[in-house]
């Protein structure tokens, strides 16, 4: 069969539709994207597509680019590195960039208890590790996730998440030994108490606390919501794991790298997970991942029971560098909180102009803000299809912007930690704008 041969040198003259069609045709369906968008290129808080047209970007490519696109020091840091080498892999003749941003990040991890750390390449395989090490370090088998949360695509990390459109759909079985309880969300009647007493309920009827391996939660719910996990109930799973020796594993791979006004939400509720998995914006958009726990838990694992070819990539580990810099040195933390503050100042006005759509604001974790769409003002009837229209209609008018949520009524905001206070009100205009012409 012959293939017709592509154009050459066509890239640029295309359409965003002309892409469509031509990505329909080319890529399964299976991996779909919001935006009818073709970046051509992006910087700071901006993104150009291949029409020329310029958008406010509010996602930061799902909380991953925190100090904006194209970072100059991040891209000097990554160009210096590409100029000496770009692979080794790390677990054949490792380099020093890979040791030092090990040190870095057991540095930073919360809690004063030794801590070591692994590299790999997604937040996926993050999960999966931390699982894996958490089950050498106890010899025990199950694993308890939590309603609502992701925690990536992999098998594992599917069994774990608490999600089944689009996630789990068509894909099982999962792997076994993975139980999940509510987590606690006020706004939808689920409480702390509720939660912990159907932890407790796992342990009488389905396995007994003492073969469990790992709790694994997120601080702030990501995919299923932005819900905060409360304080008192991360500081109750710490004490849980405490007193039946399993291993707390904290997923911030959303929150971590001041995403939350914190350099890690866990911070927030002054608890030191056992292990913590962190990417995204760990390195501002070059793919690496980490697992950095107790010193007597990571080292569990034997030698050769960890890595990947890619794992810790000699790219990654010299754009964390810098990003970890750039966030020391730009004051990221502070930023994050400011973000937080200017949207959640702006989003009080338009909940108050629109009280009955926007059930619920959600602006107490720095740059991670999110605004759930309801109808009547009822938090039992999610508004999924305004979510939709919001989204349309933001990309036509120049916002780049994100939904989330178990029930696909949730806007989530995740700017750059550095975005101007003009941008934030620019994109912010641009919603009350879709918000005033959809209800
Ligand atoms: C909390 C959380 N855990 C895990 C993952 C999976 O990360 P990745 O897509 O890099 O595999 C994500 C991705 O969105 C996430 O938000």
């Known amino acids: 069969m012959s293939v017709a041969k592509l154009p050459t040198n066509e890239a640029t003259n295309l359409s965003n539709d002309a892409w469509q069609t031509r990505k329909n045709d080319a890529v399964a369906r299976g991996q779909g994207h919001i935006a009818p968008v073709f970046v051509e290129h992006a910087a700071g808080s901006e993104i150009w597509d291949v029409e020329g047209r310029r958008y406010i970007d509010f996602g930061t490519g799902i909380a991953v680019c925190s100090a904006g696109h194209c970072h100059p020091k991040i891209?000097?840091?990554v160009t210096e590195q590409l100029n000496k080498f770009s692979h080794t892999c790390v677990m054949v003749?490792?380099?020093d960039t890979s040791v030092r941003l090990a040190e870095k990040l057991n540095q930073l991890a919360p809690g004063t208890s030794k801590k070591k750390s692994i590299f790999v390449t997604t937040g996926a395989e993050a999960i999966e590790n931390a699982v894996k090490i958490a089950r050498a370090h106890?010899?025990?088998?199950?694993?308890?996730?939590?309603?609502?949360?992701?925690?990536?695509?992999?098998?594992?990390a599917m069994g774990l998440t608490g999600k089944i459109t689009p996630y789990k759909n068509l894909f099982g079985p999962f792997p076994a030994e993975i139980y999940h309880a509510p987590f606690p969300i006020e706004y939808h009647g689920v409480s702390v108490a509720d939660a912990?007493?159907?932890v407790d309920n796992l342990f009488k009827v389905d396995i007994a606390a003492s073969d469990v391996a790992a709790i694994v939660v997120e601080p702030v719910q990501g995919e299923g919501g932005f819900y905060p996990a409360p304080v008192e109930f991360l500081q109750a799973l710490?004490?849980?794991c405490d007193e039946h020796g399993i291993v707390l594993v904290v997923d911030e791979i959303q929150t971590g790298f001041a995403r939350t006004g914190k350099m890690f939400c866990s911070e927030l509720s002054d608890i030191e997970p056992d292990l913590?998995?962190?990417a995204k914006g760990m390195a501002n958009g070059f793919p690496i991942a980490a697992v950095v726990g107790k010193a007597e838990i990571m080292d569990s694992p034997l030698p050769g029971g960890l890595g990947g070819t890619y794992a810790g990539s000699p790219i990654g580990c010299a754009a964390a560098l810098a990003m970890i810099d750039v966030i020391e040195e730009e004051n990221l933390i502070a930023g994050s909180s400011h973000v937080g503050e200017v949207f959640a100042t702006r989003l009080k006005a338009l909940q108050a102009k629109h009280p009955d759509t926007i059930g619920h604001l959600r602006t107490d974790h720095g740059a991670m803000m999110a605004m759930e769409l309801v109808?009547?003002?009822?938090?039992?009837?999610?508004?999924?299809?305004?979510?939709?229209?919001?989204?349309?209609l933001a990309y036509q008018k120049g916002l780049v912007l994100l939904s989330c949520g178990s029930r696909g009524n949730v806007i989530r905001y995740l700017p750059a930690l550095n975005i101007s206070d003009d941008l934030i009100n620019e994109g912010l205009d641009i919603i009350e704008s879709c918000l005033a012409e959809l209800t």
């Open 93 to 95: 003749t490792p380099y």
């Open 75 to 77: 891209t000097a840091a």
């Open 276 to 278: 913590m998995t962190v």
């Open 196 to 198: 912990l007493k159907a």
């Open 138 to 156: 106890t010899g025990r088998r199950g694993v308890i996730a939590f309603n609502g949360g992701f925690h990536g695509r992999t098998m594992l």
């Open 375 to 392: 109808k009547h003002g009822d938090a039992d009837q999610p508004d999924a299809e305004l979510t939709k229209s919001l989204l349309g």
């Open 238 to 240: 710490r004490a849980l």
